[in-house]
């Protein structure tokens, strides 16, 4: 039995599940029963899944909405932790590590959310993106808000304990408030300050608040650390010639 399962709600997605699984399998913490539901696809999605092989449980649900999809994941997963992942983001590479070193830290814990960033290209801009916090060293993580919105979904890790009690409760709203509202009354609610996943900007719907979008830090840029190299050869040169 894997330590954690990752439930990948999928529909059209054969653009981006590449990317998606691609970040779970480059993951630090590699203990992981991945399952992907596809729920409606009619692209290449199931294809470019079926290129894991083994490493991935592939479902295909009857219905079409990816609440019931995300609730079938969690029924199948088998791990004591359960996290999601939108089939159009990424992780940052010690996204399952830094948040299992969480619960390890603070057993009382019921569900742990981290911080997420907005951008047009998500692989790419995972390398551009300096994850020089020492695991060790991760911030502490203070009590959650209490807020849980779709698109941060994709930075939750919670206890398989929580997700049957969320499962059991028949209660009405969708998953995320069911999750949420679960992990209230059973344990506390943590949050890492940190960007530990990256959403697609044009997955967010138009006049929809996106998800805490990070300002750039130009010391970090890679685009700009090129552009700067770039400067000072030719400045060399300059002085060269004079």
Known sequence: MA????????????????????????????????????????????????????????VRATDPSQDQAIASGLALATGPFVTLLRASDVWMPRKLERQRLCFDRFPDSSLVTAEIELSHAPARRVLEIPDSVPLHGTPLALPGSGHLTEPRLSTVMIRQDVVDVALDAGEPGSIAERLLHAAQHHGVLRHLPLPLAITRSSEIEPGAEPPLPRMRNLLHDTAYRRLRASATSVLHRVDDLW
């Open 3 to 58: 330590d954690v399962s990752v439930i990948i709600p999928a529909r059209n997605a054969g653009r981006t599940i590449g990317d998606a699984l691609g970040s779970v399998f480059t993951q630090t913490w590699r203990d992981v029963d991945v399952i992907v539901v596809d729920h409606g696809s009619s692209d290449g999605t199931a294809a470019r899944v079926a290129e894991y092989g083994r490493r991935v449980r592939y």
